[in-house]
């Protein structure tokens, strides 16, 4: 077995992989892979996938879940577009590269794009505390976690304009509040499935407000609310990989669940860099992702000996993002903590052969 901690496409459960797979040769007599979109059976696993989703993170009543295309990449894009106000001042807050697309997005949709804040002094190596909002913003953005510089909001910042966050690397690691935020957006492959869908969670209210001059229908969050995710041909398989995967989510514990095991995992593995004197974490303690665990190994002329001991023995995806350098250990839901036991053991014994 491998031990994957790759950054995404990620981990998934083994079972959603297995059934998953028995899907792409029968679905329901045909594959999911050739089966109408339109078929109640493909209706039924969207109409299950959108409960599911509800359910996992208590969707308050008055908000849609949608289903697209694009990756949060575009999610980017469409939240602008979709929150434009009468003041096109949109406020973000800046935690580094993914945040920094997302203002790029703003101002390409025709926004005065203000910085709330930003740990850019530091190389996002902290969460910023001190948000100054413009009241007339139209909305705060904000990416909850921090993927590639492995920060993470613990406290969700408090605004009295409308909120709008980037849950792609953290959603449904953790209880949320939904109701404090006006839209969520997430790309499918950390926690929710296989990359090709991404889900958006928006206050119905704040459909069809916007003063974007230009919004092209895909792009119109309320078109795709008002047809159930299914104005065009939806992602079928990513959708329904999900929902077996948010079913295998629910049958474990939940959300909730979810998080004891992730705060679980995180402990091990902070515990193992903050007292092996060869290892380094690169972020400041109380902003540490439990979701992406960023590291440095303090002894450069060993490098080599422990790249080639975690990979000799079966871990994965462990190098870190170029921006950062040293080691990303990516600990989604379906990481098992028997992963993480396997690389700590591996940091101390390679400490104590040193
Ligand atoms: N936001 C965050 C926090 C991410 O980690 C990523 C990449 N996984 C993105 C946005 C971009 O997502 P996508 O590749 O789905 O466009």
Redesign the pocket.
């Known amino acids: 077995m491998k031990h994957n901690f790759g950054?995404?496409p990620c981990i998934l459960p083994h079972e959603v992989f297995q059934e998953a797979s028995k899907s792409v040769v029968d679905f329901n007599g045909l594959s999911i892979l050739e089966v109408s979109h339109r078929h109640k059976d493909f209706v039924a696993v969207m109409d299950e996938a959108t409960a599911l989703v509800k359910k996992a993170l208590n969707v308050p009543e008055g908000y849609s879940v949608i289903f697209l295309q694009?990756?949060?990449?575009?999610?980017?894009l469409i939240s602008a577009l979709n929150m434009m106000r009468e003041s096109k001042k949109a406020s973000y807050i800046n935690t580094g590269a993914?945040s920094k697309?997302a203002m790029t997005e703003a101002k390409k949709a025709g926004f005065e794009v203000l910085e709330a804040a930003s740990s850019s002094d530091k190389n996002f190596n902290y969460i910023p505390k001190n948000v100054v909002i413009d009241p007339s913003s139209d909305y705060l953005h904000f990416?909850s976690?921090?993927?590639?510089f492995g920060t993470q909001f613990k406290e969700m910042p408090i605004s009295d304009v409308p909120l709008v966050c980037?849950m792609?690397?953290d959603i449904f690691s953790r209880e949320i509040n939904v109701s404090d935020f006006d839209m969520i957006y997430a790309?499918a492959?950390?926690n929710m499935g296989p990359?090709g869908t991404?889900l958006y969670i928006v206050k119905d209210e704040a459909l069809g407000k916007s003063t974007s001059s230009f919004m092209p229908t895909y792009l119109d969050l309320k078109t795709h609310a008002e047809k159930d995710s299914m104005f065009n041909t939806p992602p079928v398989f990513p959708v329904y990989a999900s929902m077996l995967n948010l079913r295998h989510l629910i049958k474990n514990g939940g959300v909730q669940g979810a998080q004891e095991r992730n705060e679980a995992k995180a402990d091990l593995l902070y515990n193992e860099i903050d007292n092996n004197p060869l290892f380094e974490g690169t972020v400041a303690k109380e902003d540490r992702s439990n979701m992406n665990v960023t590291f440095l190994m303090n002894d450069e002329s060993r490098l080599d000996e422990f790249n080639a001991l975690w990979q000799d023995n079966d871990i994965v995806g462990l190098k870190g993002h170029r921006s950062v350098g040293g080691y990303r250990a990516s600990m989604y839901n379906a990481l098992p903590i028997e992963s993480v036991q396997v690389l700590v053991e591996l940091m101390k014994q390679f400490t104590s052969k040193g």
Do not use: P
Not at 70 to 76: D, P
Not at 145 to 148: E, S
């Open positions: 950054a995404g694009g990756g949060a990449s575009l999610g980017f993914w697309k990416t976690n921090n993927t590639i980037d792609s690397s790309g492959q950390k990359a991404t």
